[in-house]
Nanobody, 123 residues
Framework: VQLVESGGGLVQPGGSLRLSCAPS????????MGWFRQAPGKEREFVAG????????RYADSVKGRFTISRDKAKHTLYLEMNSLKPEDTAVYYC?????????????????WGQGTQVTVSS
């Protein structure tokens, strides 16, 4: 399974971006998906996760209320809507597909990863 992220870029503080992730295979609707990020010099961390059917979502405390994860089964695409962006949100963002159907928060619960897309929040 290949996962291809898009939508990253440079944005000013307070701005918005929407990341997309398109899996190469149609197992997309079968498994939970997630977004992680890695800032320079830091470990990769969980950002948001969504269950196989989209009914359940989980967020890191640092993004709760600002980010929204969603999935479009018809388009086989995962999204991360990011609002009120802060400089500390600057990182490479990765989408990942789990081998579970429920939302999971740790990296070892995901077996396929995208190549990452850079998000930079700066004035």
């Amino acid at each position: 399974v290949q996962l291809v992220e898009s939508g990253g870029g440079l944005v000013q503080p307070g701005g918005s971006l929407r990341l997309s992730c398109a899996p190469s295979e149609r197992t997309f609707s079968t498994y939970a998906m997630g977004w992680f990020r890695q800032a320079p010099g830091k470990e990769r961390e969980f950002v948001a996760g969504i269950s196989w059917n989209g009914d359940n979502t989980r967020y890191a405390d640092s993004v709760k209320g600002r980010f929204t994860i969603s999935r479009d089964k018809a388009k086989h695409t995962l999204y991360l809507e990011m609002n009120s962006l802060k400089p500390e949100d600057t990182a490479v963002y990765y989408c990942a597909q789990s081998f579970h159907v429920v939302v999971v928060l740790t990296m070892d619960e995901y077996d396929f990863w995208g190549q990452g897309t850079q998000v930079t929040v700066s004035s």
